[in-house]
T-cell receptor
């Protein structure tokens, strides 16, 4: 059973370009979470999605950032017009179901975004 | 809002010795979960141990155990018989009503041979 997969593992973009980060949850998992880790910091929650629904996007910047989890295919975190401050590691996690913290989140290996 | 505080930016321990990493949190919820995650240089997040707030018994996983003090909102991690492979960043984390996880800023653990 493959774990959470993220690609690309490393992404380099110039200021003003778009970044697309992909996350394939574990088989049987329908809940996806995106976190951002800035250098020397812990992970910060960005957005929580179920299939075709955004449940909580309270941690996601209002501008330039968007996320989706379509019925088919991976979850996508999209950053438009990237700036140097977007450079970070972006982690995706998935769980089978939500409702309580008893359902463990499994983390992917992360995508390290570097904005030049 | 829930917060998680780790007041030790770095810790070191001699191989085979025991080390305790501290964590405090703040919440108004009565039902929640607490976690310790390990992040080695590969940056993969690995769940080390989990504690349900409604359980009084402290969780243990082999060489890893916690001291959960609910009234004091304290959740420390004890690593016994430390090994070189334990060297990593350790993050304390909290999850409440649904699974949004709040992380502390981490403690860097160095294991000295």
């Amino acid at each position: 059973n493959a774990g959470v997969m993220q690609n690309p593992r490393h992404l380099v973009r110039r200021r003003g370009q778009e970044a697309r980060l992909r996350c394939s949850p574990m088989k049987g998992h329908s809940h996806v979470y995106w976190y951002r880790q800035l250098p020397e910091e812990g992970l910060k929650f960005m957005v929580y999605l179920q299939k075709e629904n955004i449940i909580d996007e309270s941690g996601m910047p209002k501008e330039r950032f968007s996320a989706e989890f379509p019925k088919e295919g991976p979850s996508i975190l999209r950053i438009q017009q990237v700036v140097r401050g977007d450079s970070a590691a972006y982690f995706c996690a998935s769980s089978r179901q939500s409702g309580t913290g008893s359902d463990e989140q499994f983390f992917g290996p992360g995508t390290r975004l570097t904005v030049l | 809002a829930q917060t998680v505080t780790q007041s030790q930016p770095e810790m070191s321990v001699q191989e085979a010795e025991t080390v305790t990493l501290s964590c405090t949190y703040d919440t108004s919820e009565s039902d929640y979960y607490l976690f310790w995650y390990k992040q080695p240089p590969s940056r993969q997040m690995i769940l080390v141990i989990r504690q349900e707030a409604y359980k009084q018994q402290n969780a243990t996983e082999n060489r890893f155990s916690v001291n959960f003090q609910k009234a004091a909102k304290s959740f420390s991690l004890k690593i016994s018989d430390s090994q070189l492979g334990d060297a990593a960043m350790y993050f304390c984390a909290y999850s409440g009503g649904y699974q949004k996880v709040t992380f502390g800023i981490g403690t860097k653990l160095q294991v000295i041979p």
